[in-house]
């Protein structure tokens, strides 16, 4: 039965994009995908060079002097400045060695500590980054990812503050699971609006965005505030055991979240190429038309992906309350909604690639901290540097003119997406 | 639906469906059911609501307090309501229809101040006149988009242009200690960025919503970096020059009117300036017929020999003009410095009274003001001792928008050719 239906949405999916690709086929251009990233983050960080000598008063005062002293004090900085983004979210391979050398197993911790902060900041993008490519993969633009991750943090936070008594075993993924539901209904309902009413759920989710921004601002402030906490809109704090398990002692953070990110990533893998369901998403959302005159039902295919979507999104929120910060406050997120947006476009919603480009994002935000400490250079130029990698990655001939690349023989596929007035 | 004089098409256009017109019935009736068993019965008949007509630190004018006994003037207005329901439910008020929905809720919100405030004495006229000046970016904002959606291009940037231009304004205002070259730093600035949107989207055909989130991550970031970088250590740069109060002659003087939108400063009158222009040009102009057939039926246009691409980018950078005064407004017109995410969602509430207007420059000033009114409402809800936070009401605009995007008022008309890229054959 299953095995039929596959046929016939593989039929389909050859019939959109020509004949099966072969392995041969799928070689060369695997290059020529990666060198666009590539080459888009690189610009962006010779970019956020430019941004750091540009705006550096010692680089002008310097250049006050004579043009070659303001060049090597500018080139000074800026190496300064990503020595220390790359120190600060690698670690120091001299110290790293030393420590490996010397056998103590704590200063190799401390040393290696870097990397590990590095994961626990990739961790949440690579949750929001499978979410934005699971909805683009289903022709969903789902900008609303910020949104679900904050009910999704919250459904997480009231399951783990509010019950007591449970087995750690059952407690923790009973509220990692409360937040992956908790972000799927809220992206349930911008589906369900376009399945049945053809609303965008571009700005159907952005509506949800704000909703949920204030939703959560009253639970903290009210029904959910923690005792005490004068006012603050702030949490409670989850119990222990709901607390997803950190590896190392204090400093290091460190968690299972990590893993369990790569195993999620590995389901959206297996259900989108490997299960008819994801056959069907990919079809609706490749050619919505077609699925429909091969008997899909476009309708649920979009419920189906707009939810699936948003309990992906649920559990950004819901990792970094149980395994960071074991409280909510309203400053969970700094942006992984719209930076998840860059993440799968990176990725080429692919969720190898969406991991590749959550490590890469993860480790410069986390640099990012080091930097602003040693050359006072404010962590939200790493927004700026995402930023102009997105524009690339969304605009590949930007990157193509600069480097004189050629341009491939088939035009790369570009995102579905029409007006938001609702007519289809 | 009723004597129609004009040609057959107008009728058919503005014919109201009958599941509709009984929706809209059953909405109106409810919100009279609502005021009549949560306000009227919670109120005692010998309360008396207070309302001062006269804003705050206003001299030209003024106008006595109005006394109103609680409960009977919520009856009224219940009672009104309910007419309007029945009529609607009846008759119907076919092209007046959204019209009315609004004066229904706009009759929700007054009794539900009546309600909080029984007892009690209310400022209603200084909420009035802080409604009209929040709804400054809101209905700029709005603008924003009429310009470039009827042009074709979703413009989700507007916040992100906002956010620049009131960082922009503020330094150019500090650094020249004017205010109009505040206004045009501001400008200048979301220009640029709607330039970036403009050749993002047009010629590299980039997914619209994709550029448009590139330049709001852009901007959260640069404003952050740059505010971080010097506005914090120099503080000089951030003491820009307001606009002040700019009462004018005569209008002024009238009651309860002249002080909420004759002496406000520069910023509400070139709202309604801009609201004038924008619905005259659009709809009167040859270059509003031609801006909309692009946003409509690119090919069409292009086919009659209108520049598709040139007319694109007029839109865009019309656009962003107008989210620029609207950024510029934040500093020079509200708060006098700036901070970080200042704009705070204004952008996308501007999104959301577009879509409500109906990409009408009429229509959007009008929810622009609704949404303004909740907002002042919101702020007040505290000061009153009211039950329902304020975060609810500051909800009103989202939730309101996917209604209207559900089609449950009526279905939008937004422009047909909207987020798709012209490619000439």
């Given at each position: 039965?299953?095995?039929?239906?596959?046929?016939?949405?593989?039929?389909?999916?050859?019939?959109?994009?020509?004949?099966?690709?072969?392995?041969?086929?799928?070689?060369?251009?695997?290059?020529?995908?990666?060198?666009?990233?590539?080459?888009?983050?690189?610009?962006?960080?010779?970019?956020?060079?430019?941004?750091?000598?540009?705006?550096?008063?010692?680089?002008?005062?310097?250049?006050?002097?004579?043009?070659?002293?303001?060049?090597?004090?500018?080139?000074?900085?800026?190496?300064?400045?990503?020595?220390?983004?790359?120190?600060?979210?690698?670690?120091?391979?001299?110290?790293?060695?030393?420590?490996?050398?010397?056998?103590?197993?704590?200063?190799?911790?401390?040393?290696?500590?870097?990397?590990?902060?590095?994961?626990?900041?990739?961790?949440?993008?690579?949750?929001?980054?499978?979410?934005?490519?699971?909805?683009?993969?289903?022709?969903?633009?789902?900008?609303?990812?910020?949104?679900?991750?904050?009910?999704?943090?919250?459904?997480?936070?009231?399951?783990?503050?509010?019950?007591?008594?449970?087995?750690?075993?059952?407690?923790?993924?009973?509220?990692?699971?409360?937040?992956?539901?908790?972000?799927?209904?809220?992206?349930?309902?911008?589906?369900?609006?376009?399945?049945?009413?053809?609303?965008?759920?571009?700005?159907?989710?952005?509506?949800?965005?704000?909703?949920?921004?204030?939703?959560?601002?009253?639970?903290?402030?009210?029904?959910?505030?923690?005792?005490?906490?004068?006012?603050?809109?702030?949490?409670?704090?989850?119990?222990?055991?709901?607390?997803?398990?950190?590896?190392?002692?204090?400093?290091?953070?460190?968690?299972?979240?990590?893993?369990?990110?790569?195993?999620?990533?590995?389901?959206?893998?297996?259900?989108?190429?490997?299960?008819?369901?994801?056959?069907?998403?990919?079809?609706?959302?490749?050619?919505?038309?077609?699925?429909?005159?091969?008997?899909?039902?476009?309708?649920?295919?979009?419920?189906?992906?707009?939810?699936?979507?948003?309990?992906?999104?649920?559990?950004?929120?819901?990792?970094?309350?149980?395994?960071?910060?074991?409280?909510?406050?309203?400053?969970l997120s700094s942006g992984y909604g719209f930076d998840s947006i860059a993440l799968a476009l990176i990725g080429n919603n692919h969720p190898v690639g969406?991991?590749?480009?959550?490590?890469?994002?993860?480790?410069?935000?986390?640099?990012?901290?080091?930097?602003?400490?040693?050359?006072?250079?404010?962590?939200?130029?790493?927004?700026?540097?995402?930023?102009?990698?997105?524009?690339?990655?969304?605009?590949?001939?930007?990157?193509?003119?600069?480097?004189?690349?050629?341009?491939?023989?088939?035009?790369?596929?570009?995102?579905?997406?029409?007006?938001?007035?609702?007519?289809? | 639906?009723?004597?129609?004089?004009?040609?057959?098409?107008?009728?058919?256009?503005?014919?109201?469906?009958?599941?509709?017109?009984?929706?809209?019935?059953?909405?109106?009736?409810?919100?009279?059911?609502?005021?009549?068993?949560?306000?009227?019965?919670?109120?005692?008949?010998?309360?008396?609501?207070?309302?001062?007509?006269?804003p705050g630190g206003i001299n030209q004018g003024t106008m006595g307090e109005l006394n109103l006994p609680s409960k009977l003037t919520l009856l009224i207005?219940?009672?009104?309501?309910?007419?309007?329901?029945?009529?609607?439910?009846?008759?119907?008020?076919?092209?007046?229809?959204?019209?009315?929905?609004?004066?229904?809720?706009?009759?929700?919100?007054?009794?539900?101040?009546?309600?909080?405030?029984?007892?009690?004495?209310?400022?209603?006229?200084?909420?009035?006149?802080?409604?009209?000046?929040?709804?400054?970016?809101?209905?700029?904002?709005?603008?924003?988009?009429?310009?470039?959606?009827?042009?074709?291009?979703?413009?989700?940037?507007?916040?992100?242009?906002?956010?620049?231009?009131?960082?922009?304004?503020?330094?150019?205002?500090?650094?020249?200690?004017?205010?109009?070259?505040?206004?045009?730093?501001?400008?200048?600035?979301?220009?640029?960025?709607?330039?970036?949107?403009?050749?993002?989207?047009?010629?590299?055909?980039?997914?619209?919503?994709?550029?448009?989130?590139?330049?709001?991550?852009?901007?959260?970031?640069?404003?952050?970096?740059?505010?971080?970088?010097?506005?914090?250590?120099?503080?000089?740069?951030?003491?820009?020059?307001?606009?002040?109060?700019?009462?004018?002659?005569?209008?002024?003087?009238?009651?309860?009117?002249?002080?909420?939108?004759?002496?406000?400063?520069?910023?509400?009158?070139?709202?309604?300036?801009?609201?004038?222009?924008?619905?005259?040009?659009?709809?009167?102009?040859?270059?509003?017929?031609?801006?909309?057939?692009?946003?409509?039926?690119?090919?069409?246009?292009?086919?009659?020999?209108?520049?598709?691409?040139?007319?694109?980018?007029?839109?865009?950078?019309?656009?962003?003009?107008?989210?620029?005064?609207?950024?510029?407004?934040?500093?020079?017109?509200?708060?006098?410095?700036?901070?970080?995410?200042?704009?705070?969602?204004?952008?996308?509430?501007?999104?959301?009274?577009?879509?409500?207007?109906?990409?009408?420059?009429?229509?959007?000033?009008?929810?622009?003001?609704?949404?303004?009114?909740?907002?002042?409402?919101?702020?007040?809800?505290?000061?009153?001792?009211?039950?329902?936070?304020?975060?609810?009401?500051?909800?009103?605009?989202?939730?309101?928008?996917?209604?209207?995007?559900?089609?449950?008022?009526?279905?939008?008309?937004?422009?047909?050719?909207?987020?798709?890229?012209?490619?000439?054959?």
């Amino acid at each position: 039965m299953s095995e039929e239906k596959k046929d016939i949405g593989q039929a389909i999916l050859n019939e959109i994009h020509g004949t099966e690709p072969t392995e041969e086929k799928q070689k060369k251009p695997f290059l020529g995908k990666a060198a666009i990233p590539l080459l888009a983050i690189l610009t962006g960080l010779i970019i956020g060079a430019i941004l750091i000598a540009v705006t550096s008063q010692t680089v002008w005062a310097a250049f006050g002097d004579s043009f070659g002293k303001g060049l090597s004090q500018a080139w000074t900085e800026v190496i300064t400045a990503y020595k220390a983004l790359f120190t600060g979210s690698l670690g120091d391979p001299v110290r790293i060695v030393e420590a490996l050398r010397g056998g103590d197993a704590k200063e190799i911790r401390q040393a290696v500590n870097p990397i590990l902060e590095s994961l626990v900041q990739a961790t949440p993008y690579i949750f929001a980054g499978l979410a934005v490519a699971l909805g683009f993969r289903s022709g969903l633009f789902n900008i609303g990812v910020e949104g679900q991750l904050f009910i999704g943090a919250a459904c997480a936070t009231f399951v783990g503050y509010s019950i007591t008594g449970l087995p750690a075993y059952i407690h923790m993924p009973l509220a990692f699971l409360a937040g992956a539901a908790g972000g799927a209904f809220w992206a349930f309902i911008p589906g369900f609006l376009k399945a049945k009413t053809g609303g965008h759920e571009v700005i159907n989710t952005i509506m949800m965005n704000w909703i949920a921004f204030r939703l959560t601002e009253w639970l903290l402030s009210g029904p959910m505030t923690r005792p005490n906490s004068g006012g603050l809109p702030l949490s409670p704090m989850i119990q222990d055991t709901a607390k997803i398990p950190q590896f190392f002692e204090s400093p290091i953070r460190f968690h299972l979240g990590f893993f369990i990110a790569l195993i999620v990533a590995w389901l959206v893998w297996w259900l989108l190429f490997k299960t008819t369901w994801g056959l069907n998403l990919r079809t609706v959302g490749t050619n919505p038309r077609a699925a429909r005159y091969a008997g899909l039902d476009t309708a649920k295919s979009i419920m189906l992906g707009m939810t699936l979507s948003g309990a992906l999104a649920g559990m950004a929120g819901a990792v970094q309350i149980l395994a960071v910060n074991h409280s909510m406050a309203l400053g969970l997120s700094s942006g992984y909604g719209f930076d998840s947006i860059a993440l799968a476009l990176i990725g080429n919603n692919h969720p190898v690639g969406v991991i590749l480009s959550s490590l890469l994002f993860g480790t410069l935000r986390n640099g990012a901290t080091r930097m602003m400490v040693v050359s006072s250079i404010p962590i939200d130029i790493v927004d700026v540097i995402q930023a102009i990698i997105l524009m690339f990655v969304a605009a590949p001939a930007i990157i193509r003119s600069i480097y004189r690349l050629r341009k491939p023989k088939q035009e790369e596929q570009q995102v579905f997406l029409s007006g938001w007035g609702g007519q289809s | 639906m009723t004597t129609t004089t004009g040609v057959i098409e107008h009728k058919r256009i503005h014919e109201v469906s009958p599941s509709r017109k009984l929706g809209m019935g059953i909405a109106e009736t409810l919100i009279a059911v609502v005021i009549f068993l949560v306000f009227v019965q919670n109120t005692t008949s010998d309360l008396i609501t207070r309302f001062v007509m006269t804003p705050g630190g206003i001299n030209q004018g003024t106008m006595g307090e109005l006394n109103l006994p609680s409960k009977l003037t919520l009856l009224i207005l219940a009672a009104f309501v309910l007419a309007i329901g029945l009529f609607q439910l009846i008759k119907g008020f076919g092209r007046q229809t959204n019209l009315m929905v609004g004066v229904a809720g706009l009759c929700l919100m007054l009794a539900f101040l009546v309600w909080q405030a029984a007892g009690k004495s209310l400022n209603l006229a200084g909420m009035l006149s802080s409604a009209v000046l929040l709804a400054v970016p809101i209905t700029l904002g709005a603008f924003s988009g009429i310009l470039a959606e009827r042009c074709g291009i979703i413009n989700i940037a507007i916040e992100g242009m906002m956010l620049m231009a009131s960082m922009t304004a503020a330094i150019a205002g500090s650094l020249t200690q004017n205010v109009w070259l505040g206004l045009l730093g501001g400008i200048f600035s979301a220009v640029l960025l709607a330039l970036i949107l403009g050749v993002l989207s047009i010629k590299y055909k980039v997914n619209q919503t994709i550029s448009g989130t590139v330049i709001n991550i852009f901007s959260t970031g640069m404003t952050a970096f740059i505010s971080q970088k010097f506005l914090q250590t120099i503080p000089a740069l951030n003491q820009p020059k307001m606009f002040t109060r700019v009462p004018i002659p005569l209008l002024a003087d009238i009651p309860l009117v002249g002080p909420i939108l004759f002496n406000q400063n520069i910023f509400v009158y070139l709202m309604f300036a801009i609201l004038i222009i924008l619905q005259l040009a659009l709809f009167q102009t040859r270059w509003g017929l031609r801006l909309r057939s692009v946003g409509e039926h690119p090919k069409a246009a292009d086919t009659l020999g209108i520049n598709v691409i040139k007319t694109r980018y007029m839109g865009i950078i019309l656009s962003g003009v107008v989210a620029g005064i609207g950024g510029a407004f934040f500093t020079l017109g509200s708060v006098g410095r700036f901070d970080e995410g200042m704009t705070a969602g204004k952008g996308f509430i501007g999104l959301a009274a577009m879509i409500f207007g109906n990409w009408m420059p009429l229509g959007s000033l009008g929810a622009g003001l609704l949404f303004g009114f909740a907002d002042a409402i919101g702020s007040k809800l505290s000061l009153l001792g009211s039950v329902i936070p304020p975060q609810f009401m500051a909800m009103a605009p989202y939730l309101i928008t996917m209604i209207v995007l559900a089609g449950f008022i009526g279905k939008g008309q937004a422009p047909a050719a909207e987020g798709e890229a012209y490619e000439k054959e």
